[in-house]
C-alpha cells in the first residue's frame, strides 16, 4: 500500500470533512483499479459536497471505462447540472464532451 493512500485513508477516516481529501482518494483508488472503493469514496463525497463538480467528471469517466456506461452516464448528466448551478464553465465544457463521448447525449 502506497504511503499516500495510507495518509489519504487516515485522513478520510479521521472525520475530515474537506472535499479534496475525498476526491484524492477516491483518485487514488481509482487510479490502482479499486472501481467499487472508488465508487463508494465517491458517493460520500457526493453526499457530503453535492457541489464539488471535478468528482462528477472523474467518478463518471472512471466507470464508463470500466464497462459501466449508464452508471458514467448518469455521474456526468449530473455533473452537467452541478457545473451549471456554479456558473463553471469549463467544468460544463469538459463534462458535455466526456458525455458525448460515452454516447450520451450533450444535455
Known sequence: MSKRLLM???????GSK?????????LEYA???RHEDALATFN?????????????????????KAGRVDEGR?????????????GDQHALSELQQALAG???AED
Open 102 to 104: 460515452a454516447g450520451g
Open 31 to 33: 487510479g490502482m483499479d
Open 74 to 86: 448518469a455521474w456526468l448528466s449530473d455533473g452537467i447540472g452541478a457545473a451549471r448551478s456554479k
Open 18 to 26: 474537506d472535499p479534496f481529501h475525498w476526491y484524492a482518494l477516491a
Open 8 to 14: 489519504l485513508e487516515k485522513m478520510t477516516q479521521g
Open 44 to 64: 460520500a463525497l457526493r453526499a457530503m459536497d453535492p457541489t464539488y463538480v471535478p468528482m462528477y467528471l472523474m467518478c463518471g469517466t472512471m466507470l464508463v
